[in-house]
């Protein structure tokens, strides 16, 4: 091979690396474009009219990221009805209390449903009436009206391991309940009329936004627990049903909404961007949920 073939061969071999790099750049680009699109999407609903879900899924405390999420939603004009899916067996009072007012605010100028999955009880239930209109499963387990409280007493252990543990305070009251001592009788008596108080709030609650009074109200407001079809015999479910029914239901308040696409509103969650990818093309969401599901709390009902 000559002088003049070579420069000619070396030359087309650059002319090809110079080509390949530059295909591969716009296919990395171009890449780059669709592994944000799935990661992020869900951050991006656009200005279209929409039914907005949101869940409300194991214990309910107060969280102001939560309170944040459903204040934009009570702003946004586009989310045109709500559906609450819920499947929580309740949490705090205050936790409870925040969040029933928060969904009362986003119904003032639109229809809110709820959806009972598995179970919506006790906090869960608060949630579930600040909807206008109540959907549950047959087996949903739902009810526990009722307050509690509940706290260890550790003076046998104490007693059995030789340990005593010292107290100065102000007053009889002060940090009571205690686990390192017997609760004295004005201690109890002041807890007994917290729990009276709050069982008040809640009894009254349950009976103004399912229009209960009297002997109907009394038989609920027993703490007990009831299937879905028990809870639409007493006045506290609508209707038996999931989505599909909620969706009917807000289509006859506001015809044409129940055709809308439905957009999850969730609490944006800082996690990496490979994780975000994987767990939107399903890589590994068998393997992370598995790994999640560890720590749920599977319990019928609590207190508030």
């Known amino acids: 091979m000559n002088a003049i073939e070579r420069d000619f061969y070396e030359e087309r071999r650059r002319k090809w690396r110079r080509s390949a790099f530059w295909k591969g750049f716009f296919v990395a680009v171009l890449l780059a474009i669709v592994i944000s699109f799935f990661a992020f999407s869900d951050s991006f609903r656009g ?6 879900r949101y869940q409300i899924n194991g214990i309910i405390s107060d969280s102001i990221e939560r309170d944040d999420l459903l204040s934009d939603l ?19 009072t205050a936790g409870s209390e925040s969040l029933f007012a928060s969904i009362r605010k986003i119904a003032e100028d639109r229809p809110v449903v709820a959806v009972m999955s598995e179970v919506a009880a006790s906090g869960g239930y608060v949630a579930a009436i600040a909807a206008d209109h109540i959907v549950a499963r047959g087996n949903t387990v739902t009810g526990s009206i009722g307050v509690i409280m509940e706290y260890p007493d550790l003076t046998n252990v104490l007693d059995r391991l030789g340990i005593e543990v ?3 305070r102000s007053s009889e009251l002060k940090a009571e309940p205690s686990p390192w001592r017997p ?8 807890d007994e009329a917290l729990v009276a108080e709050s069982f008040i709030w809640f009894r009254d609650l349950v009976g103004e936004r399912r229009d209960l009074s009297g002997a109907e109200l009394s038989e609920v407001a027993n703490g007990g627990i009831f299937t879905g079809r028990l809870a639409v015999a007493n006045g ?4 038996l049903g999931g989505e599909s029914e909620a969706l009917a239901w807000l289509d006859s308040q506001q015809p044409g909404v ?3 696409p439905v957009y999850d509103w969730k609490i944006e969650q800082d996690e990496p961007l490979l994780g975000r990818l994987l767990g939107r093309i399903g ?7 598995e790994i ?9 009902s609590i207190g508030q």
Do not use: C, W
């Open 183 to 190: 609760t004295n009788p004005a201690a109890r008596a002041r």
């Open 74 to 92: 009570a702003r946004d004009q586009d989310a045109k009805a709500v559906i609450l899916r819920i499947n929580s067996p309740g949490g705090t």
């Open 47 to 52: 200005s279209r009219e929409h039914v907005a």
């Open 283 to 289: 890589i590994s969401k068998t393997f992370l949920s």
């Open 292 to 300: 999640s599901r560890q720590g749920d709390l599977m319990l019928y």
């Open 258 to 260: 129940g055709s809308l």
């Open 236 to 239: 506290l479910v609508d209707e």
């Open 166 to 168: 010292e107290t100065v």
